[in-house]
């Protein structure tokens, strides 16, 4: 025995070694990765109106769009929430930026897709905490090649990037916490926590999720870390957080969550409709769909498999049998758990909200599923003995490789469709750059008042002009359903009569809302007008898209 330990310890460091390496070569290549399809081509597709959402309070309410609560100090007015569950944390990053630079879509987009960058590496210490080195490196690869992951962050039209961030930054906080006792890990996770709440009001999802997934895996646990003291510290920098949105809920008396904590109205219908989107999105198809203007596929076809879509879906299914096949609890960390229960909540809280739900919605799961992807992926490849996997032999290894592989291979295949579809359609409907050409023209001629009659403009032409181009948003008060068409006909002609006015109205089949087009329609029959067409914008695929008219009266 003495003589094999020296064999021994050298394959050991041999090992050691090997994993190093291959463990720090999987950390570049899915950076470089990441940042090669996020920034390739950043200007396309065309900019959208909620990618846009925080412009104004970022150029100080120019148009007074998409502030909802602000405060008064002397003469400076400070935007506080933007929607009443979308608080101004980005306004306030971007202020500089945008008040001083010159406008781009690399201005907008860049930022956020590096900061998806540092929600990824945190991730990556988080993981070299709880598990180790190479299941941290395995998750990276497949975070950072994700579709979803990548294409989301850099159009952030949800938004998600900060959220990401706020998320993985507070639970190493919380890990960090666990590890030392420094109680300044508590503070900083408590504060991250809470100002992700003020961000965007979902972010209580995970906070739920969080506070239930660690009490079901370490209730003793936490029970004796978390003392008087420490509990005080934790609602303290958690309010810190999110004061201004208490604040503002206060005043408006919960604003934030009236007509929201309640269940869908056709319950089990409407988990068969977000299963179908939580389906798209980890199998890289959504933004895909959204960018080139269509819609969610039934849930029953997102279950047929796609063939240029990503495997994580399929993987996922594999690995829940996996956990299932070894053993369940007994064979696992408890972290794993963790991440599972975790995940589950905060898709079962996705389920119970009443509100609607889009894709973006569906990327507070991430990147907790590709975490307990990885860590799987990683027992396969260096399974103890006693595990049940360990009985298939090398043939474990192989599978682990090949699964792996194909997973990676499938984002790239469809993080290459995307920047294709970028180059040939670049974007259609709401995400055309269309938008940058008529942007131009309104610039070109300041002059003229541009009325929109229709959604998906305005806060492009306020940051490409910088509020240069005079605008207003007047479909809002056609669309009001108190009012009586005849009395919006004639608001609709005062606003006609003013000279250099111009209609901006969306082409079928891209019209949002088609009401204040039936009623500038009847306001030209009623005062005799005729309306002249002054420019067409179009698609990339020749159909047009935005059509700009003056009105005058019949000869």
Known sequence: MPNLLPGRRAEARFKETWFTAWSVTLLGLPIACYLLFSCLFINLPGMEQDELLFVNASLGNLDNSYIVYEWKLDSV???????????????????????????????????????????????YLLLRCIFDRQTAAIAIVLILTDPSYIFQIRLDWGPVALMMFLKMASLYCFVKFTATN?????????????????????????????????????????????????????????????????????????????????????????????TGLLIEVLNGTAVYRYVNGQLP??????????????????????????????GMRRSYPDAVWFFVVLACGIQLQIYLTFRPIGWHHIMMLYPFPQIVLAYVIHQFLVAESGRVFCRLGRTR???????????????????????????????????????????????????????????????????????????????????????????????????????????????????????????????????????????????????????????????
Not at 192 to 214: E, Q, S
């Open 182 to 274: 420094h109680r300044a890990f508590l503070a900083a996770g408590s504060f991250l926590l809470g100002l992700g709440v003020y961000d965007k009001a979902n972010f209580l999802w995970y906070v739920v999720a969080l506070a239930v997934a660690t009490l079901a895996v370490w209730p003793r646990r936490v029970l004796r870390l978390f003392t008087f003291s420490s509990t005080m510290i934790v609602s303290i920098f958690f309010l810190l957080g999110c004061w201004p949105l208490l604040v503002y809920n206060i005043v408006t008396k919960g604003e934030t969550f009236r007509g929201r904590l309640i269940l869908p109205e056709v319950f089990w219908q409407t988990v068969l409709y977000r």
């Open 397 to 555: 290894h192989l599978i682990a490789v090949l699964g792996l592989g194909m997973l990676v291979l499938s984002n790239l295949v469809m993080n290459a469709r995307f920047v294709k579809t970028f180059i040939c359609e670049r974007g259609k409907h709401i995400w055309s750059d269309a938008i940058y050409d008529l942007a131009n023209y309104c610039i070109a001629n300041n002059r003229m008042t541009y009325l929109l009659m229709d959604w998906g403009a305005n806060n492009q032409l306020l940051f490409l002009s910088k509020g240069a181009v005079e605008k207003e948003e007047i479909f809002w008060e056609l669309l009001d359903p108190l009012t009586d068409e005849d009395v919006l006909v004639e608001k609709l002609y005062e606003r006609a009569k003013k000279p250099n006015s111009v209609f901006v109205f969306r082409e079928q089949p891209y019209v949002v809302h088609a009401r204040p087009a039936r009623i500038f329609s009847r306001m030209l029959e009623k005062h005799h007008l005729i309306a002249s067409t002054i420019q067409v914008f179009f698609q990339r695929d020749r159909r047009p898209l935005f059509r700009l008219q003056t009105v005058s009266k019949a000869s």
């Open 77 to 123: 007015k400070v935007p506080v929430m933007l929607m009443s569950y979308v608080g101004a944390l980005k306004a306030y990053l971007y202020t500089p930026a945008v008040r001083f630079l010159p406008a781009s879509p690399a201005l907008i987009r860049l930022p956020m897709v590096f900061v998806g960058l540092f929600a990824a590496l945190v991730t």
């Open 297 to 326: 596929v039934h849930w029953s076809k997102s279950l047929l498999l796609d063939s240029s879509a990503t495997l994580t879906p399929l993987l996922l299914v594999l690995v829940v049998v996996v956990l299932v096949g070894t």
